[in-house]
Nanobody, 119 residues
Framework: QVQLVESGGGLVQAGGSLRLSCAASGFTFSSYGMGWFRQAPGKERESVARITWSGIITYLAASVKGRFTISRDNAKNTVYLRMNNLEPEDTAVYYC????????????WGQGTQVTVSS
């Protein structure tokens, strides 16, 4: 059974930091690119960061560059999103996703974790 379980979300003041984790199971984690997406109320889901199976960061949204970074630990089947200098505009539900190397599409989604940044 495939599972992506996010954790680490919560309420933080503007300027604060959080680290999200996504623990994967039920598939060959090291064979998938991984990504973090977010969806704010009333907005479409957007891509935040992406990383290849080997740990190369291929995408960071312009709005988070210099503040967020994505990393992964294939030995722990976990992908991380480190978020620094958080802004109220970062408030959203954050989802991790596993992207097929073959198709480039998302095969699996996590259930999401809420991040709320207060001003």
């Amino acid at each position: 059974q495939v599972q992506l379980v996010e954790s680490g979300g919560g309420l933080v003041q503007a300027g604060g930091s959080l680290r999200l984790s996504c623990a994967a199971s039920g598939f060959t984690f090291s064979s998938y690119g991984m990504g973090w997406f977010r969806q704010a109320p009333g907005k479409e889901r957007e891509s935040v960061a992406r990383i290849t199976w080997s740990g190369i960061i291929t995408y960071l949204a312009a709005s988070v560059k210099g503040r967020f970074t994505i990393s992964r630990d294939n030995a722990k089947n976990t992908v991380y999103l480190r978020m620094n200098n958080l802004e109220p505009e970062d408030t959203a539900v954050y989802y991790c996703a596993a992207e097929s190397l073959r198709t480039g599409r998302v095969d699996y989604w996590g259930q999401g974790t809420q991040v709320t940044v207060s001003s």
